[in-house]
């Protein structure tokens, strides 16, 4: 062996190919890959969930509601009301006064609605 001085650069050594290592390395960097796609899947369904539960508690109270309308459907008085307020109908002998916000405040449902 020689002594290496000041200057001189060390001499390098030689490396052999082994498969196996590379082998390994190729599983544990495909493994790492597919563990992380994983997580995000799971990350993202768990979001979803938490929409669909938000989403299916606004339904049941749409869905409550809606049951009190219809038990009030039969009712006279509940049929009345409707006319009076849905379809500005009057009783004979009545006078109907629209006002400006009334006005107002149909064109903006008009809106709303299209």
Known sequence: MR?????????????????????????????VVVLLMSV?????LRAEQKALKEKNSALLLEKESLQ????????KEYIEEQARIQLKLIKPGEILYILEEDKKDEEKKDEKKD
């Open 3 to 31: 002594a290496i001085t000041r200057g001189e650069a060390a001499p390098k050594k030689r490396t052999r190919f082994n498969g196996s290592r590379l082998a390994v390395t190729v599983f544990v960097g495909a493994l």
């Open 68 to 75: 009190d309308e219809l038990e009030n459907v039969s009712d």
């Open 40 to 44: 995000g899947t799971i990350f993202s």
